[in-house]
């Protein structure tokens, strides 16, 4: 969408990084101009009037002006603070690394709704407390609205559907292989049929059935690493804040 000189939007802070002594370059996700790279002058000043809003994970209204490299926000009103979020650090931690996840995959300035609407909604989800299985959910609908959603119904390499047995999944090639055609394949990782099911169900199923789900550690760790394993793929680099949350849970934060 083209913006006017000065514009309103809606978005959810991703990311914050200082820029000289009082200034800050704010990473914002809208939902109709995609991710923006502001400033918002003076925000580190004691007695900024912009300082409260634009924390990480905050959703705001904003004014911003076009300038000649990055926009300036001028004003800003907090909308949503997820404030359950903040009283938990692993739930922080998770809710960082889903706006990590954004910011790496998306461009500036390319709309997708779907994908604002989905972090809004995975947001207050977690504030629910139901932090491991949403960031799985979210990993599958991001990459579905992004274009990289893996196949998980059919072979990849024969186009037969899917039936109940050992197969693998392949990043690079982007979703799952039979058995008897993944034998000689490199680079692939074991998938179990359990885990294939978690993986449609939170790809395809609406939210309420989503939120009703339950799963056991043992698969929710395999989920988790053919996930990881093909975001990895897609990103050419490990997500940072992962190595955040692996250090948690091993000291038994990721209970929620």
């Known amino acids: 969408m083209a913006k006017p000189r000065v514009y309103k939007t809606e978005g959810i802070v991703l990311k ?17 101009y995609g991710k923006i790279r502001a400033v918002a002058k003076g925000v580190r000043r004691p007695r900024s009037k912009l300082g409260g809003h634009l924390e990480p994970l905050t ?13 300036i926000i001028t004003q800003a009103q907090s909308k949503e603070t997820y404030l359950a979020l903040r009283s938990n650090l692993w739930r922080t931690s998770c809710a960082l690394y889903l706006a990590e996840l954004v910011d790496q995959f998306t461009g500036e300035q390319i ?28 990993e599958l609908r991001l990459l579905r609205h992004l274009g990289y959603q893996p196949e998980l119904h059919e072979c990849l390499e024969c186009r037969t ?6 197969h693998v999944f392949s990043a690079a090639e982007g979703g799952v292989i039979c058995g008897e055609c993944g034998q000689s394949r490199p680079s692939v990782r074991r998938i179990s049929v359990d885990a294939l099911k978690v993986m449609r169900f ?6 309420v059935s989503v939120r009703r789900l339950r799963v056991g550690p043992g698969l929710a760790d395999e989920v988790e690493t053919v996930l990881r394993h093909y975001i990895n793929y897609l990103l050419e680099r490990q997500v940072r804040s992962t190595a955040f949350l692996d250090r948690l ?3 038994g934060e990721g209970l929620t």
């Open 161 to 166: 559907k899917l039936q109940p047995g050992e």
């Open 16 to 32: 914050r990084t200082p820029l000289g002594e009082a200034d800050s370059i704010v990473t914002i996700y809208t939902p109709y």
């Open 202 to 207: 939170l790809a395809d199923g609406d939210d």
């Open 59 to 71: 959703r705001c209204l904003f004014v911003l002006a076009q300038g000649h490299n990055l926009d």
């Open 111 to 138: 709309e997708n709704q779907r994908v604002y609407e989905e972090l809004d909604r995975v947001l207050c989800w977690m504030c629910e407390g139901r932090s491991e299985l949403a960031l799985r959910y979210f």
């Open 249 to 251: 849970r091993s000291q």
